[in-house]
């Protein structure tokens, strides 16, 4: 079956341009989690959805970084103004939503900001 | 707070001899505790849980850890090294309250000799 899917993989930047990651679920997954890996790092959780729902977003590094899951399936994460420091992998995962359940990893988004 | 840690950001080994991996974690409430693999440019894959079911887990690939609440530590293991077992692997904690955020240690690379 499907996996996490993620594009584009790639995505170069200028510095203060505004991109948009986005992420598809494995179907009939509940809960979907964005985290950033910087280089060389285990990747750090951003935020957190529970269908539409964005339960925790305690990890977007500034109020540049915004995500959305408006219909509970495909979730985008925005950064506006990009900086130097955004630089990194942005990992998508989901999962059925229970408690202990396996989070299942999309490849990644590199993104370079230049 | 919990919070993983994972001792030797680089470990190297002979092919046929035995992978130690090791990882000790902090937490206020019992953990659900994950080792993860990472190869070059792909998402990050499952290897094994610890839910509270067995204190030894046996995973994907011959690996194997085991629980130590004594000890704090989930240490990953592997009789015999295989070339391919060469990538990044994190150990990772979650809350067994909720189904949210994983936290993840700084990764670990195996290098294998021939």
């Known amino acids: 079956g499907a996996g996490v899917s993620q594009s584009p993989r790639y995505k170069v930047a200028k510095r203060g341009q505004d991109v948009a990651l986005r992420c598809d679920p494995i179907s009939g997954h509940v809960s979907l989690f964005w985290y950033q890996q910087a280089l060389g790092q285990g990747p750090e959780f951003l935020t957190y959805f529970q269908n539409e729902a964005q339960l925790d977003k305690s990890g977007l590094p500034s109020d540049r970084f915004f995500a959305e899951r408006p219909e509970g399936s495909v979730s985008t994460l925005k950064i506006q103004r990009t900086q130097q420091e955004d630089s990194a992998v942005y990992l998508c995962?989901?999962?059925?939503?229970?408690?202990?359940?396996?989070?299942?990893f999309g490849p990644g988004t590199r993104l370079l900001v230049l | 707070a919990q919070s993983v840690t994972q001792l030797g950001s680089h470990v190297s080994v002979s092919e046929g001899a035995l992978v130690l991996l090791r990882c000790n974690y902090s937490?206020?409430?019992?953990?659900?505790l994950f080792w993860y693999v990472q190869y070059p440019n792909q998402g990050l894959q499952l290897l094994l849980k610890y839910t509270s079911a067995a204190t030894l887990v046996k995973g994907i690939n011959g690996f194997e850890a085991e629980f130590k609440k004594s000890e704090t530590s989930f240490h990953l293991t592997k009789p015999s090294a295989h070339m391919s077992d060469a990538a990044e692997y994190f150990c990772?904690?979650?809350?067994?309250?909720?189904?949210?955020?994983?936290?993840f240690g700084s990764g670990t690379r195996l290098s294998i000799r021939p």
């Open positions: 995962a989901s999962s059925l939503g229970l408690v202990g359940e396996t989070q299942y």
């Open positions: 937490s206020s409430v019992p953990p659900y």
């Open positions: 990772a904690v979650s809350d067994q309250s909720s189904a949210s955020k994983i936290i």
